[in-house]
């Protein structure tokens, strides 16, 4: 394991942006169990159009793209406070 230092776009907790070392842009740092949620999520997806439960599959996916705008509306939004281009 190695310590860097950090900056630290927004409070230090769930999905918090940070710049690491050596990088132009700031990224989200998403804590492991929001990842196995996410991931969750998508293999929900899968398996609701696999099924053919194009409704099922709509609503979850429905969410899952409202989760993943919220982090990236705090993520435009941190970087917009500080001055910061977005990399997109």
Do not use: W
């Amino acid at each position: 394991m190695e310590r860097v230092e950090a900056e630290l776009f927004t409070d230090g907790g769930n999905d918090a942006v940070v710049r690491l070392p050596g990088r132009r842009f700031p990224g989200v740092l998403v804590q492991g169990d929001t990842l196995r949620i996410l991931s969750a999520d998508v293999a929900e997806l899968v398996e609701l159009c696999a099924a053919g439960d194009l409704e099922e599959a709509r609503q979850a996916a429905s969410l899952l793209q409202e989760e993943l705008g919220a982090k990236l509306q705090r993520y435009t939004d941190a970087l917009d406070a500080h001055g910061e281009r977005h990399p997109f």
